[in-house]
C-alpha cells in the first residue's frame, strides 16, 4: 500500500503546480488582519492578470500561534465568503491544513457580481464620469464596448439612454482598477483587463 506523500514532497509537487507566481505565503509574520488584507489585494489583482486561474494560499496551521489558535488561516478563512460574494473568486477549499487551493472568478463574474447578488447591497461604486478623464481613445472605446456587452448580457433595451452607458463605463472602470495594483504599467494592465473581459461577453 503507498504512503501518502511527506510534507516536503507535497510542498514540491505544490511549487510545481502553482509555482512562484500563483502562491501565496502568509505563514511568516502578518497578524490576521493583515493577512487577510494581503490576500484580498492579492487574489485581486490575480484574477485580473489571470481569471479562472486556481491559486495556492497558505496560511499555516497557527503551531506558532498564542495558545495554538491559528489567527491567519482562520482571517483568511473568513475572508473567502465576501470575495465569492463580489465575484472574485468561485471557490476555495482546504488543500492542506494550512493551505488553500482558491479557484479565481473570470472577470465577466467580477463585472456582473454586485447585479446578480440581490439580497445584499454592493458597495456604492461612483458615477461620476470625470474618472474617465485620461484614458486613451483605445481604451474609452473598449470600456464602451464592454459596457454595452455587460448591459445588453443583463437584457437592457438597446433604445437605452446614452446615460446608462456612460454610468455603466465608470462602474465597469471602477470594479476593474480597484483590482490592480498602483504601479507604472497600471493603464496598460487596466487595458489588457478591458480586453479580457470583452473577449469573455463576445
Known amino acids: 500500500m503507498s504512503q501518502p506523500p511527506d510534507g516536503n514532497l507535497l510542498r514540491a509537487f505544490d511549487e510545481a503546480r502553482f509555482g512562484p507566481s500563483r502562491t501565496l505565503n502568509l505563514r511568516e509574520g502578518p497578524t490576521g488582519e493583515d493577512a487577510a488584507r494581503r490576500a484580498e489585494a492579492w487574489l485581486r489583482e490575480r484574477q485580473v492578470t489571470a481569471p479562472s486561474e486556481e491559486v495556492l494560499v497558505i496560511t499555516g ?8 489558535v491559528p489567527v491567519v488561516r482562520e482571517a483568511v478563512l473568513r475572508l473567502f465568503p465576501m470575495l465569492r460574494r463580489r465575484g ?3 471557490e476555495a477549499r482546504e488543500h492542506t491544513a494550512g493551505a488553500f487551493i482558491v479557484r479565481l472568478a473570470s472577470l465577466r463574474e467580477l463585472i456582473d457580481a454586485p447585479r ?5 447591497t454592493p458597495p456604492p461604486l461612483p458615477r461620476d464620469p470625470s474618472v ?3 484614458l486613451d481613445p483605445d481604451t474609452r472605446a473598449a470600456l464602451r464596448r464592454l459596457a454595452e456587452c455587460a448591459l445588453d448580457a443583463f437584457g437592457v433595451a438597446r433604445s437605452r439612454p446614452p446615460s446608462f452607458v456612460g454610468d455603466e463605463m ?6 476593474l ?3 490592480l495594483p498602483d504601479t507604472p504599467d497600471r493603464d496598460l494592465r487596466l487595458k489588457g483587463a478591458i480586453e479580457a473581459a470583452l473577449s469573455e461577453y463576445e
Request: without cysteine.
Open 61 to 68: 496551521r497557527g503551531k506558532g500561534s498564542t495558545d495554538g
Open 88 to 90: 472574485v473568486i468561485v
Open 116 to 120: 446578480r447578488n440581490r439580497r445584499r
Open 132 to 134: 474617465l478623464q485620461g
Open 170 to 175: 465608470v462602474r465597469q472602470f471602477t470594479r
Open 177 to 179: 482598477v480597484g483590482n
